[in-house]
């Protein structure tokens, strides 16, 4: 995939960090969940479709409440890690279905909720909005969920991002502050707003966590030759063990 947007166009493919991925991006808080269950999302019964779904980190941390999911990405890689994840689980309530964003293939109000957690940004806005709001039901929910760790707030994240830099001077997912909700251009005569949360969570990493999170990353496992990647990793390692 490019964007012009991303990286000053770079190629990247997730696809390309499945293993770390499928290992290390499991990180989202209970915290989280806990309010989109308070959101109506995950009720028994729903059909929830999530968009750039990944390894399905989202339904497989929901799939407890009883809905339906349905998982999607346009990485095949990704969604046969997903599916092997699902399966090692024993869970039976988590569909999968390589597509885009802009285009499912799904029928009209098919979903109850669409999810796009951590992708959205990576979507075409105005076709990925169109075509979630032909395939959610009418009174249907649509949930954009973004989150980021604040370089100016950890020392070792700021090493990090400066390390990224050194192999990627173009990654431009660095840099982040505190997030200011501004109502999208994309959701206007589409989406009415009904809940917008923003908070800080504090997340616990062990050293060789932090470093398969970052191997997951754009800005190297998923844009760095092999060779590139793998020197990033060993420089990263020698990093981590001054900390």
Same mark, same amino acid.
């Given at each position: 995939?490019?964007?012009?947007?991303?990286?000053?166009?770079?190629?990247?493919?997730?696809?390309?960090?499945?293993?770390?991925? @499928?290992?290390?991006?499991?990180?989202?808080?209970?915290?989280?969940?806990?309010?989109?269950?308070? %959101?109506?999302?995950?009720?028994?019964?729903?059909?929830?479709?999530? !968009?750039?779904?990944?390894?399905?980190?989202?339904? &497989?941390?929901?799939?407890?409440?009883?809905?339906? %999911?349905?998982?999607?990405?346009?990485?095949?890689?990704?969604?046969?890690?997903?599916?092997?994840? &699902?399966?090692?689980?024993?869970?039976?309530?988590?569909?999968?279905?390589?597509?885009?964003?802009?285009?499912?293939?799904?029928?009209?109000?098919?979903?109850?909720? &669409?999810?796009?957690?951590?992708?959205?940004?990576?979507?075409?806005?105005?076709?990925?909005?169109?075509?979630?709001?032909?395939?959610?039901?009418?009174?249907?929910?649509?949930?954009?969920?973004?989150?980021?760790?604040?370089?100016?707030?950890?020392?070792?994240?700021?090493?990090?991002?400066? !390390? &990224?830099?050194?192999?990627?001077?173009?990654?431009?997912?660095?840099? %982040?502050?505190?997030?200011?909700?501004?109502?999208?251009?994309?959701?206007?005569?589409?989406?009415?707003?009904?809940?917008? +949360?923003?908070?800080?969570?504090? !997340?616990?990493?062990?050293?060789? @966590?932090?470093?398969?999170?970052?191997?997951? +990353?754009?800005?190297?496992?998923?844009?760095?030759?092999?060779?590139?990647?793998?020197?990033?990793? @060993?420089?990263?390692?020698?990093?981590?063990?001054?900390?």
């Amino acid at each position: 995939m490019k964007l012009e947007n991303i990286d000053k166009g770079k190629e990247f493919d997730f696809g390309l960090t499945s293993d770390y991925y @499928a290992k290390y991006r499991d990180i989202y808080p209970k915290s989280m969940y806990e309010r989109l269950i308070s %959101f109506g999302i995950g009720k028994s019964g729903q059909r929830i479709l999530d !968009l750039g779904s990944g390894t399905a980190v989202l339904p &497989v941390n929901l799939a407890h409440t009883g809905a339906d %999911f349905t998982a999607t990405d346009i990485s095949e890689n990704q969604i046969n890690y997903g599916k092997a994840l &699902v399966k090692a689980k024993g869970l039976d309530n988590i569909a999968f279905k390589v597509c885009s964003a802009e285009k499912t293939g799904f029928a009209d109000s098919s979903f109850d909720v &669409v999810t796009a957690v951590q992708c959205f940004h990576y979507f075409n806005a105005e076709k990925a909005a169109n075509e979630i709001w032909r395939v959610l039901k009418p009174d249907g929910l649509f949930c954009k969920i973004f989150m980021d760790w604040l370089p100016y707030e950890d020392s070792v994240i700021a090493e990090m991002e400066s !390390l &990224v830099l050194k192999y990627n001077p173009n990654w431009n997912g660095c840099g %982040f502050k505190e997030y200011k909700f501004i109502f999208p251009d994309w959701a206007e005569n589409r989406f009415d707003i009904e809940n917008v +949360c923003s908070y800080n969570a504090e !997340l616990e990493f062990t050293k060789e @966590a932090w470093l398969g999170r970052i191997m997951s +990353c754009r800005g190297v496992g998923a844009s760095l030759s092999k060779e590139k990647a793998a020197e990033f990793e @060993a420089e990263y390692r020698r990093l981590l063990k001054k900390i």
